[in-house]
């Protein structure tokens, strides 16, 4: 609930780095350095001889940054990340200093053909001369994060409530035997393409032979319903993941009796498993079925033009959040383990069982 209420965009994502910075320090165990690009690699203490796994999250949310302050009233900004347009002109924003003091703000106009960001001219309520500066965050203005009936309603679920799964996890498997080459990636600017993930990719920040899982909070589907657990998500709207990696998690999750889980394709949205994977790493990914994605409340409605585009927390399952540490756990610790029923020993025993209506 910390992390999903920390403001963030691409770029600028300084703030939730501090957090985890702050976080890490009181761990034991664990080494955090960045890459040159500024993602965050957290790796254990102790040695392994095993090939690493990575679970990797993304440190930003769609949002806004200060371009620069028009008068004492109104400020220029460009939005980072992907929303529709009818959602922008009449919200609510607040804009963040660098003492993390908020300003609360209207969109009075939206220049959506501005490169390479769309771009708002927002009005402030008070009058704040000098105070905000160029490249300041800002965000849509919401209360804090609260449970209601077992979800979460957060600022920022996609990804920052990835990057809490993925920190519980690594605290959980760092007591376990034998698996000191679980690391975490946690990845910048990929609500502007992937950028982080990109640069981290073709420059190596994690070994080629690193095994990769990806977390992502995704948008909810009727057939990919909130609460019916994570998803071991086999593709995105772009690409299919590693069928190496996603069979091998397959295979183990099918072996777990009573834990609630579903393997979907997610079309939603394009993730940093399509990124990896092109860079030939073995990536699949796991993700939280998400409400209101990027914030947007009825989306179908509004592209329909039958529903009034209005600005509204993310929404995920806390019952699905606490799954996805424990589906993390069990994939890390038996993936390196022999399984009793793969996929090609069941095709060789089919093939030797009906093989003679072949002569």
Known sequence: ????????????????????EAWAKRQGGITLKKDRFGNLLITQTRKSTKKPIYITAHLDHPAFVV???IDELHLEMEFRGGVNDAYFVGARVEVFDNDDNGYIGTIQSLDAKAKPFKRVVVKLKKGVAGILLKDDVARWHFKPPVVKNGLLHAPACDDLAGVAAALCALDNIKKLPALGNVGVLLTRAEEIGFVGAIAAAKHRSV??????????????????????????RVGDKTSVFGPELTNAATEIMNAQKNFSWQRKLMPGGTCESTAFCDFGYLSTCLCLALGNYHNMKDIDGVLQKNKPAKIAPEVISVNDFHRLVDMLKIICRDLDKPRKATLRRALDARLKWHKKLLS
Request: hydrophobic share 35%.
């Open 67 to 69: 371009r620069k302050q």
């Open 1 to 20: 609930m910390e992390i999903t209420d920390i403001p963030t965009a691409a770029g600028q994502e300084w703030r939730v780095v501090d957090w985890i």
């Open 207 to 232: 070994p080629k032979s690193s095994r990769l899982l990806c977390l992502e909070t995704s948008r909810s589907f009727p057939e990919s319903p909130i609460g019916d657990g994570p998803i071991l």
